[in-house]
């Protein structure tokens, strides 16, 4: 079965420091999306991206946050200069252009800003 | 804007229980209706969905969930809960029609007492 893969699992970083969490979202589907879950806390959505573009961002996603497709199959998060609030798990998720598609998401990257 | 509440942060029950989970939503218009379960250590899976047609929507793992429009709730439930059904519940939903991102409930925990 298909699946959302993201790298690395788990990544430590120092405060300030620029982090890129990656994914590679099924290779059929055109939606993509990231989400946060700080620990204890309810997943919120940062920012959904279609057809080479941020189609919609939360108020979470602000200049410290990037989005990119380099090339055709990975999609990435750039964290601009951590901070220790950006610790949280970073899913990645993909859904398809065709019909009323659920999302599927990926493993999670643990963040840990230190 | 779309906002969910789960009302039981934590639920413990013992095997055979039987398990309802509660969802309410608020939103203007029509909505696509999901919960999703994280397993420890796991990624986001989809348990079950709802579109249109049937309110009362069957889904993996012996789990159902029935959407009552009246009382926008989408209330999640399984008749004998087993050990391995410990895990995080969240219900999401998005607005219908679009490729919009899924708003998440601040989940429930719920623990299974062998």
């Known amino acids: 079965e298909p699946e959302v893969t993201q790298t690395p699992s788990h990544q430590v970083t120092q405060m300030g420091q620029e982090v890129i969490l990656r994914c590679v979202p099924i290779?059929?589907?055109?939606?993509f999306y990231w989400y946060r879950q700080i620990l204890g806390q309810k997943v919120e959505f940062l920012v959904s991206?279609?057809?080479?573009?941020?189609?919609?961002k939360s108020e979470i996603f602000d200049d410290q946050f990037s989005v990119e497709r380099p090339d055709g199959s990975n999609f990435t998060l750039k964290i601009r200069s951590t901070k220790l609030e950006d610790s949280a798990m970073y899913f990645c998720?993909?859904?398809?252009?065709?019909?009323?598609?659920?999302?599927?998401f990926g493993q999670g990257t643990r963040l840990t800003v230190v | 804007a779309q906002s969910v509440s789960q009302h039981n942060h934590h639920v413990i029950l013992s095997e055979a229980a039987s398990l309802e989970l509660g969802c309410n939503y608020s939103?203007?218009?029509?909505?696509?209706l999901f919960w999703y379960v994280q397993y420890p250590g796991q990624h986001l899976q989809l348990l079950l969905k709802?579109?249109?047609?049937?309110?009362l929507v069957k889904g993996i793992k012996g789990f159902e969930a029935e959407f009552i429009k009246s009382k926008f709730s989408f209330n999640l439930r399984k008749p004998s809960v087993q050990w391995s059904d410990t895990a995080e519940y969240f219900c999401?939903?998005?607005?219908?029609?679009?490729?919009?991102?899924?708003?998440f409930g601040s989940g429930t925990q719920l623990t299974v007492l062998p």
């Open positions: 998720a993909s859904r398809s252009d065709r019909g009323p598609a659920e999302a599927f």
């Open positions: 939103y203007g218009g029509t909505v696509n």
């Open positions: 290779s059929n589907h055109l939606y």
């Open positions: 709802y579109f249109s047609g049937d309110p």
């Open positions: 999401a939903v998005n607005a219908r029609g679009s490729a919009r991102q899924l708003t």
């Open positions: 991206f279609y057809n080479n573009e941020i189609s919609e």
